[in-house]
């Protein structure tokens, strides 16, 4: 969920936007240099220089331009950290760290917000980065008619104002994380896409063959199907760390995992995004890579449709997910890539609370609890029934084979507590469709995606009277409405946090999903390429630093 | 010769727009909308909307259907909901990489497929023959995507990969732009090896098989033995008079292969990373991105009707006994 949709209550949103400008004057001074040292401090600043690095991606980034739908995963770390800058960036642990922007100040009654541009930053076509391109990116944000996707990061800012040509001036309604979308949206050039009008923007030639960046890197190449090749920016500003070591980037799409693993290890691959997990093995035992992995914020997860009487009942649900052992699905799936998820908060999030233990692997407690909930098998079928219908249920399956194995393996651990899991597969769009629909025709459905970098979950558990498309288990709860409500507003952290778990716990308790597991994501990296570091912000947010052993070129 | 040629291209007309009315009614059928495979929970519902009005997915069936008639009949596409560029230009990119692939598959198929073929014949039950044939009716079993696989590992073991480093993915070497004219075309010709042979084998296999039949039908004929009589050599005797006769039956295999291989690359381009024309229909199908589905499922389908006539065709080219349309 991105930014609040409903309106919030705030306590003291003065004292938010004050915590939140004292971190970014915090981190203001450019520690950037320092933190490219680490890993290869005997080798001077000028032998990292030269190289192209590959990297390997396993599906095509049809486009570039943040504005245009669909958001991609890899296309948005392209977005953000090669090849534009966002006005803001996000720290360790989520804080807010000046980029494009030089520093910002937010007024006494926390309504306005001056952004201080750097004067240092150029675009590719050497025309200066100025406030009119930030006014032209929030505007195009914020314009009904552009279907851009994180439009709700804007909701709650309200006008925006260039004071001079690296200051601009925005109203807003304050809110606590009101800097999170300058994180993610990029500043585009107004001076190019000024004058495209709304309906053609989503085919101009800027997001596919022809985009004009600021970041520390710029465009070379676009083969539909391929590859995208960037160079380094020999302008990008030195406080920022200035001109990227490797000379080239490429990312060539490999859309098949065996494939992709061959040309890492043949070295035809520097890197290798979204290293499949049955390779996992093999990139450990290659003396030539190493495997990097870190928690994502993707979950895997089955919801039940609690509308439906087999579902209501919150003892069922419990029993469902200790009758299946996800231990041996995580393994056996995800070769261990990821942890036994305990609820909707994962461990890649600050909030996460480390003594969280998932629901054991109980069968025995699992039939209690459904004998207890009234389900016996009184005709000797071995299968359950309730007067006189039996516990029998469709699973909508993605058509994945991670996903069918999965299936496959909940099939067999429910039969042995009397439930009768039907799966059925569905490609990816008619399951998307089918679980939004208003009617809600599932009866439970299996899937894995990403939360968003902000957690506000309302749009999966709000008890409002309207219900959103993306309310699938129908589960809600008062009490818990009034603590959601009250996160995007919380002002300290230590608030936050206890909001956070309590929301997590609650969900946890009441097991409208079956939280499988959160997933980690690995990539392979080739060694003699030094300076990566991943983590939940993106696998390409380093690429700026990273830099190739003169050996390895 | 002239008008069977318009005749068939007249018949193709209904034929192609039944396929694409077939197409656009089955893509609608399905369930899910370009939008909804852009589903994702950080997306709110009023901008998915607003995704849908600007697609024109808002407006009812018939009218969808009238207007992409229209834009296919003025030559326009439209655009691409996936790829955010004119459907003309997606598949003019994709389009010559899946044409060099399938020809140049086309040409190992039968130049290897016949020439297995006459040696088997000429061999009959020898040794070579047995062996050949085994190896056939093997590589004819094996899927193409195992094939692929089973050639990328081959290749990118240690010792293989040390004296024949040949590329397993993609159409070019990263370094390409910096290469000159001849390595350039090395580069693509190296970047060609393994999804050909993959794509093409077993079809080569199938017509060995063919030719050998053809092959042994004829050489037993009297006007064989009345060439070797003559005293031709048996070179001649087997490369000339024999051969012309027994491609009849082959050349019409031209036409069966072709939607075979165009069904083949769908798998084989996603194994090797070739950015060509099935891998781009299987990513559409799987978007919805409607527009491209249908521009390519005509494409195919025009291509697949061109060469069942042009293999119609050459067959009255090789037999003089076949006479199209003059009634003669």
Known sequence: MSGPRRTTVLARPAAVLAAALALGAAACGGGERAGRGAGGAAVPDSARRGGTVVVGIRAEIPGVDPLVPPPDYMGAQV???VLFMPLVQLGPDFRFQPWLARSWDVSEDSTRVVFHLRDDVTWSDGKPVTAADVAYTYRKATDPDIPFPNRAYFERWDSVQVVDAHTVRFRIRPYSQFLFGWTQVPILPEHVLGDVPDSALATHPFGTSAPVGDGPFRFVSHEQGDRWVFEANPDFPEELGGRPYVDRLALRVIPDGSTALAELARGDLDVLMNVPPEGVGRVRSDSSL????????????????????LFSDVRVRRALTMAMDRKAMLDAVRHGLGSLATGPLGPWHWAYDSAWRPLPFDPDSARALLAAAGWRDTDGDGVLDRDGRPFRFTLL?????????????????????????????RDFAALAGAIQDASRPYDAFLLSWNEDLVIDDRDYWSCGPDEGPLQFSGWCDRALDAVMDSIPGAMDRSLKRRLLRTYAETVERAQPYTFLFDEDRAAGVRRGLEGVSMDVRGELRTARSWWVRPGAR | MVRYTGRRLLEAVPLLLGIV????????LAPGDPTTAYFNPNIPPDVIEQMRRNLGLDRPLPVQYLDWLRSFFTGHFGYSFSQHRPVAAVIGDALPNTLLLSAVSLVLIFVVGCAVGIVQAVRQYSALDQALTVGALTLYSVPGFWLGLMLILLVSTPWVSSWLHLPISGMTSIDHEFMGPWGRALDRVRHLVLPVIALGLASAAGVARYMRGAMLEVIHQDYIRTARAKGLSERRVVLRHALRNALLPVVSLLGLYLPLLFGGTVVIEVVFSWPGMGRLLYNS????????????????????????????LLYAVVDPRVRYGEGR
């Open chain 1, 79 to 81: 977005e953000r950290y």
């Open chain 2, 21 to 28: 009315t077939l197409t656009f009614l089955l893509l609608h």
């Open chain 2, 285 to 312: 199908i799987l978007a919805r991105d409607y527009p491209v589905v249908m521009a390519a499922t005509f494409l195919f389908g025009a291509l697949v009707v061109a060469g069942n006539l042009v293999s119609d």
């Open chain 1, 290 to 309: 190493r495997l990097l992995s870190f928690p994502s914020s993707s979950y895997a997860f089955v919801a039940w449709n609690t509308r439906r009487p």
């Open chain 1, 397 to 425: 399956v993605p058509d994945v084979r991670v996903r069918r194995d999965m299936a496959v393996m909940m099939q067999a651990d429910l039969r042995k507590v009397g439930v009768d899991l039907r799966p059925a597969t």
